[in-house]
């Protein structure tokens, strides 16, 4: 899974460009941006973290849950 905590503190925190966070990561420029794109329009989410939040758990906020019977 992807460290989306690390990329929303580089992004937000330090500032750094989606094409540094890309270099940094691995993960394409485009990837990046459509990360940071979903998690500014959701609701449920917003930087700063809350406390405790995992991966994972941004991953379900961001994105959805996929067993969701859809």
């Given at each position: 899974?992807?460290?989306?905590?690390?990329?929303l503190?580089?992004?937000?925190?330090?500032?750094?460009?989606?094409?540094?966070?890309?270099?940094?990561?691995?993960?394409?420029?485009?990837?990046?941006?459509?990360?940071?794109?979903?998690?500014?329009?959701?609701?449920?989410?917003?930087?700063?973290?809350?406390?405790?939040?995992?991966?994972?758990?941004?991953a379900?906020?961001?994105?959805?849950?996929?067993?969701?019977?859809?």
């Open positions: 899974m992807l460290d989306y905590r690390d990329i503190n580089k992004y937000f925190v330090i500032k750094l460009s989606v094409r540094e966070i890309s270099r940094q990561t691995g993960m394409s420029k485009s990837g990046i941006q459509k990360f940071i794109h979903v998690f500014e329009k959701c609701e449920d989410l917003d930087f700063p973290l809350p406390p405790g939040i995992t991966n994972a758990g941004i379900m906020k961001v994105y959805g849950n996929p067993d969701n019977g859809a």
